[in-house]
């Protein structure tokens, strides 16, 4: 059941709607009514192997159910606020930016509720040519597949839905190491899973969905309390990209992204496509428009098949044979994996059995030989982008326009700096690049990374990067990463300790 890519099993694989609901009163629900129903556990679904058909049928379903949830949370303004440095948005209310909040649910925000800087920087980088003229592609309902117009070579799009191309995405890690990442949240689970990678010191990184930031301002709160939890996109409607218009597309990112902006005051710099479905436009637009790198994954054990309090999704054809014992093996599999080849896994915090499994999962590594970490910290980049290196605090940002040149993630792992800009966050004509060449044993500067009992790695900074490359070394299942390194300045283990507490 190890898939490598499971681009193609979008595409023929029959699921359902995966909800679940929760009569847990929310602790900081301070209006006399009874809202515990608004926050039941509407989560869209997992990423990988969902029939598109079908998800498209639940996401309608969905975005009726969260219309009426979006209805009673505007009432919930005056709520106590929570204890943290952010601001909570709530349903209903004004963002930062000037703009309502749009309607949470499952559409891509509309045109309408786009604030104009976002509207003026897209246009500056479509006029300067640097989003492509892809068609959008368009749902078959009757096929559950995704099409181009007949006029588009569909090898050249770069499409990971089709052809399973990667191009400048990142998917694996280098060997000996393993990204954790979650989708979907926030929910009411998260709370359960930070408060373990709390205790774990462990961190991790959780591709979050706009809508959800609004109807789970308690998960959410969780995930923005521990510093570990590294926050990125996974944009406000959970629907398939490629399907949507340039606009379409910068609300879906930029909407997430300032929700996530004002809870947290950090600005991301991944995302993660639902379902997988990117092509050379959507990457683009991610890119040149709101500088987020785009993170897919190379492991997937269909946690998302499991079922609140036990069993599997039974109504889904894919998941009959999956049970909560078949993901926890893959788990295992996974980390005991003699080569150690380097790994990016994708699990869901969308329900207690995968939370549980998760959990075995961790333990699983933990006596492993796996180093464990966010994805910034696999690579040793910025967490956000509002973060000088992979060390250094957060600094305040006006806005989430981008300060600074996007990351130049090519095919094949090279990663390079981008040329110098923003003023406000520093002059990056000062960063050298360091290379990393895991496969040689190397020691990785990255902050965030975990072991088990150690830190990991040693500083490697100081080397001139020549960071070669790519397809041979994908091939051979490592990549040589360049890091950020400031000049003269060690960002090895000391340093990440110290701010990242490991
Ligand atoms: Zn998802």
Request: proline share 5%; aromatic share 8%.
């Amino acid at each position: 059941m190890v898939k490598f890519s499971t681009g193609f099993a979008l595409l023929t694989v029959v699921s359902g709607v995966a909800a679940s609901s929760s009569s847990t009163k929310q602790p900081f629900n301070a209006i006399a009514e009874d809202l515990s129903y608004l926050f039941d556990t509407q989560v869209p679904g997992p990423d990988s192997a969902r029939s598109v058909v079908q998800r498209h049928r639940a996401f309608q379903q969905r975005n009726k159910q969260a219309r009426t949830r979006n209805d009673h949370l505007a009432k919930r303004q005056s709520v106590n606020p929570l204890p943290h440095s952010g601001t909570i948005p709530a349903a209903g209310g004004t963002s930062k930016n000037g703009k309502p909040y749009p309607p949470a649910g499952a559409i891509a925000p509309k045109r309408s509720t786009l604030p104009t800087a976002w509207v003026t920087r897209y246009q500056a980088k479509k006029e300067a040519g640097l989003i492509p003229d892809i068609p959008q592609s368009k749902l078959d309902e009757k096929t559950g597949t995704l099409k181009y117009p007949s006029s588009v070579d569909v090898s050249k799009v770069c499409s990971w839905t089709l052809t399973n191309c990667n191009d400048g995405d990142i998917w694996l890690s280098p060997q000996g190491k393993t990204a954790i990442t979650f989708d979907d949240g926030p929910t009411q689970y998260s709370a359960d899973l930070i408060n373990f990678l709390t205790q774990e010191k462990q961190a991790t990184t959780h591709f979050l969905i706009g809508s959800s930031i609004l109807n789970q301002p308690d998960g959410m709160h969780a995930l923005a309390s521990h510093d570990l939890a590294q926050l990125g996109v996974h944009t406000f409607s959970h629907t398939l990209q490629t399907t949507k218009s340039d606009l379409q597309i910068v609300g879906d990112l930029g909407w997430t992204m300032q929700l996530i902006y004002e809870w947290t005051g950090k600005v991301p710099m991944y995302w993660r496509a639902p379902e997988g479905d990117l092509d050379a436009r959507v990457r683009a637009i991610a890119k040149q428009v709101f500088g987020l790198q785009s993170v897919m994954w190379n492991r997937d054990a269909d946690d998302w098949c499991l079922k609140d309090g036990g069993g599997s999704e039974n109504s889904i054809h894919k998941c009959r044979t999956v049970t909560y014992d078949d993901v926890v093996a893959e788990y295992k599999a996974w980390a005991h994996n003699s080569s150690l080849e380097g790994t990016n896994t994708l699990m869901h915090e969308t329900k207690d059995q995968t939370i549980k499994a998760f959990k075995e999962y961790y333990g699983f590594l933990k006596a492993s030989k796996y180093k464990m970490g966010a994805v910034a910290s696999i690579i040793g980049a910025p967490w956000y982008q509002n973060q000088m290196g992979p060390t250094d605090p957060v600094e305040e940002a006006n806005s989430i326009i981008p300060q600074r040149e996007a990351m130049n993630y090519t095919d094949g792992g090279l990663h390079t700096v981008g040329s110098a800009g923003g003023a406000a966050l520093g002059d990056f004509s000062q960063l050298k690049t360091t290379t990393i060449s895991p496969s040689s044993g190397s020691g990785s500067s990255a902050a965030g990374l975990n072991s088990g009992a150690a830190a990991d790695g040693t500083s490697s900074n100081g080397s001139s990067g020549s960071a070669s490359t790519s397809a041979a070394g994908r091939a051979n299942g490592w990549m040589t990463v360049q890091v950020y390194a400031l000049a003269g300045l060690s960002v090895g283990t000391a340093s990440a300790a110290l701010i990242f507490g490991l």
